[in-house]
């Protein structure tokens, strides 16, 4: 119990039944000696109860004082000497020297470390990071966060690797302080965490600090973990682990794990030392990857050949279409079966609907619908001198310019997205490609304007030139069959702009593929 707004000073028994004593153990603050008193309050009755019976004076000296106990000798409950307050390195938060931090002393040989971003441990980079050590019947956790502007910092316990019915320790920074609470996570469709109905007896504090913003704690956690229903057995169970750091707090839990999350790829017996790795994010990965491609890439080109190009190429056909049309059909049908794809994988990877507070699910949504609709129409369109062609047109223009702002918007927000790990400075390269693409759409629009003010000079031109006999019909095909003005130019900027643009894709895709791509980038170099 919290008395008086301490946390964790006094304590009540749980059951009504009448006792004749109550045995309990107490485990001071690590950096408590000196004298301690206790005070009890008993009640027989709802008039007969004794307030403030003081107890004997109980001395705290260092445990290391009092001798040891044989290593083959295994007792109830024994804690190991402790290696006194913990004290993380006072330089940037964001940073850790290798050389000079302790927590990674013993990974992989007498406990198993997991933090992230993946793959941290051996770079000794990570932003958060947890440690599991077993000694008999004791499971002793250890956890620290690095990241700036860290609430929390905490730890699952789960059987499936994502968020639903997990035991949760959870470290909070409080008046200085490090709390220690026990949480439970809640699945689909209403992810959340609650302390209620968790027993918070199972788990105890036996070093914590916080340091420039570095949070640290080790706790101790009993074997069998009870909430409602559910048994949590860390001797005979297997468990991901899931570690998480958020910069919000809610009234009754952590809040977003918006610094960043991490399930480890394997169930484990907490009981071995090992090294694991983080979850495949492959999925992940090729759902961006896929998105860039289409949205940025394909869909930019097809609309651009649609909307310029129906006046180049004049009588050079690809399979009886006009080529302006087979390329941009071929530009629409890859960003038509990418994005499918792409929707599918990520529902398959998270499971359900994001949990993160980001437009970018429903953004994307919204997206795929009009996407998936478009070729659908294309199949129906009416024929070209139909009186219903100009509503289809409009209509058809209207669905795939839509779609297109809308899938730039949604990947601006996905930079914004914890589990993407994008850089800030990825919104920059989509400005830049922004910018160009209007460009491009300036200038054929210009020389569009200039290429019809021709035409209709050269129209004028001919009508009061001398028509002899077929001169009409002869004109009207030597018209069909010839490019519009500056045709030489659109292609060349077509071209250009191609390249660009592959350029621009190509960048995107490693940012998303190798993402965090500052972390990849500095692996790479020391190796």
């Given at each position: 119990?919290?008395?008086?707004?301490?946390?964790?000073?006094?304590?009540?028994?749980?059951?009504?039944?009448?006792?004749?004593?109550?045995?309990?153990?107490?485990?001071?603050?690590?950096?408590?000696?000196?004298?301690?008193?206790?005070?009890?309050?008993?009640?027989?009755?709802?008039?007969?109860?004794?307030?403030?019976?003081?107890?004997?004076?109980?001395?705290?000296?260092?445990?290391?004082?009092?001798?040891?106990?044989?290593?083959?000798?295994?007792?109830?409950?024994?804690?190991?000497?402790?290696?006194?307050?913990?004290?993380?390195?006072?330089?940037?938060?964001?940073?850790?020297?290798?050389?000079?931090?302790?927590?990674?002393?013993?990974?992989?040989?007498?406990?198993?470390?997991?933090?992230?971003?993946?793959?941290?441990?051996?770079?000794?980079?990570?932003?958060?990071?947890?440690?599991?050590?077993?000694?008999?019947?004791?499971?002793?956790?250890?956890?620290?966060?690095?990241?700036?502007?860290?609430?929390?910092?905490?730890?699952?316990?789960?059987?499936?690797?994502?968020?639903?019915?997990?035991?949760?320790?959870?470290?909070?920074?409080?008046?200085?302080?490090?709390?220690?609470?026990?949480?439970?996570?809640?699945?689909?469709?209403?992810?959340?965490?609650?302390?209620?109905?968790?027993?918070?007896?199972?788990?105890?504090?036996?070093?914590?600090?916080v340091i420039d913003g570095v949070i640290?704690?080790?706790?101790?956690?009993?074997?069998?973990?009870?909430?409602?229903?559910?048994?949590?057995?860390?001797?005979?169970?297997?468990?991901?682990?899931?570690?998480?750091?958020?910069?919000g707090l809610k009234e009754n839990s952590?809040?977003?794990?918006?610094?960043?999350?991490?399930?480890?790829?394997?169930?484990?017996?907490?009981?071995?030392?090992?090294?694991?790795?983080?979850?495949?994010?492959?999925?992940?990965?090729?759902?961006?990857?896929?998105?860039?491609?289409?949205?940025?890439?394909?869909?930019?080109?097809?609309?651009?050949?649609?909307?310029?190009?129906?006046?180049?190429?004049?009588?050079?056909?690809?399979?009886?279409?006009?080529?302006?049309?087979?390329?941009?059909?071929?530009?629409?049908?890859?960003?038509?079966?990418?994005?499918?794809?792409?929707?599918?994988?990520?529902?398959?990877?998270?499971?359900?609907?994001?949990?993160?507070?980001?437009?970018?699910?429903?953004?994307?949504?919204?997206?795929?619908?009009?996407?998936?609709?478009?070729?659908?129409?294309?199949?129906?369109?009416?024929?070209?001198?139909?009186?219903?062609?100009?509503?289809?047109?409009?209509?058809?223009?209207?669905?795939?310019?839509?779609?297109?702002?809308?899938?730039?918007?949604?990947?601006?927000?996905?930079?914004?997205?914890?589990?993407?790990?994008?850089?800030e400075w990825m919104d920059w390269i989509?400005?830049?490609?922004?910018?160009?693409?209007?460009?491009?759409?300036?200038?054929?629009?210009?020389?569009?304007?200039?290429?019809?003010?021709?035409?209709?000079?050269?129209?004028?031109?001919?009508?009061?030139?001398?028509?002899?006999?077929?001169?009409?019909?002869?004109?009207?095909?030597?018209?069909?069959?010839?490019?519009?003005?500056?045709?030489?130019?659109?292609?060349?900027?077509?071209?250009?702009?191609?390249?660009?643009?592959?350029?621009?894709?190509?960048?995107?895709?490693?940012?998303?593929?190798?993402?965090?791509?500052?972390?990849?980038?500095?692996?790479?170099?020391?190796?």
């Open positions: 119990m919290n008395c008086e707004s301490s946390v964790g000073n006094s304590v009540t028994h749980s059951n009504t039944s009448p006792k004749q004593s109550v045995s309990l153990e107490w485990q001071p603050p690590v950096d408590f000696l000196g004298e301690v008193l206790f005070n009890a309050t008993v009640a027989q009755a709802y008039d007969s109860f004794w307030v403030g019976i003081p107890s004997n004076t109980v001395q705290v000296v260092r445990r290391d004082t009092v001798g040891s106990y044989p290593q083959t000798t295994r007792l109830p409950y024994v804690t190991p000497p402790p290696r006194g307050p913990y004290t993380p390195q006072t330089e940037s938060p964001m940073t850790t020297q290798p050389q000079d931090d302790p927590f990674y002393t013993d990974c992989g040989r007498s406990k198993t470390c997991f933090g992230f971003p993946d793959g941290c441990i051996e770079t000794k980079s990570c932003k958060s990071i947890s440690a599991v050590m077993v000694r008999g019947d004791v499971y002793e956790f250890e956890m620290k966060s690095l990241s700036s502007g860290a609430a929390y910092i905490a730890l699952g316990l789960s059987e499936d690797a994502k968020m639903g019915d997990d035991l949760v320790t959870e470290c909070v920074p409080q008046n200085g302080r490090v709390s220690l609470y026990s949480s439970y996570t809640s699945g689909a469709p209403n992810y959340a965490a609650t302390r209620a109905n968790v027993p918070q007896n199972k788990a105890r504090l036996i070093e914590s600090s640290y704690c080790k706790i101790q956690r009993e074997v069998i973990t009870q909430v409602s229903s559910k048994t949590f057995d860390l001797l005979n169970n297997r468990y991901h682990l899931l570690i998480a750091s958020g910069t952590v809040g977003y794990h918006d610094i960043g999350r991490l399930p480890s790829a394997a169930p484990i017996n907490l009981a071995v030392v090992q090294d694991l790795s983080g979850s495949s994010t492959l999925l992940l990965r090729l759902h961006g990857a896929f998105m860039v491609i289409a949205w940025i890439g394909t869909t930019s080109l097809g609309i651009i050949l649609a909307r310029y190009f129906k006046q180049t190429w004049v009588g050079k056909q690809i399979c009886g279409k006009d080529q302006w049309f087979v390329w941009h059909r071929a530009c629409m049908v890859t960003t038509w079966s990418l994005t499918i794809v792409a929707f599918i994988i990520i529902f398959v990877e998270i499971g359900d609907w994001s949990s993160e507070r980001n437009p970018h699910a429903i953004l994307g949504t919204i997206t795929t619908i009009i996407c998936f609709i478009q070729p659908i129409g294309a199949l129906f369109r009416p024929a070209p001198n139909a009186k219903s062609r100009p509503i289809f047109n409009w209509l058809h223009w209207l669905g795939g310019n839509l779609a297109h702002i809308l899938s730039i918007v949604t990947i601006f927000f996905a930079v914004k997205l914890t589990k993407a790990e994008l850089p989509l400005v830049g490609f922004v910018v160009v693409h209007v460009i491009v759409h300036l200038i054929y629009s210009i020389a569009g304007f200039s290429s019809d003010r021709q035409q209709a000079q050269q129209v004028t031109a001919f009508q009061m030139s001398d028509m002899g006999h077929h001169g009409m019909r002869n004109g009207h095909r030597m018209e069909r069959n010839t490019d519009a003005p500056y045709s030489r130019f659109r292609k060349g900027l077509l071209a250009a702009y191609t390249i660009i643009l592959i350029l621009f894709v190509v960048v995107l895709v490693l940012i998303v593929v190798l993402a965090p791509i500052e972390d990849t980038f500095n692996k790479l170099k020391s190796n």
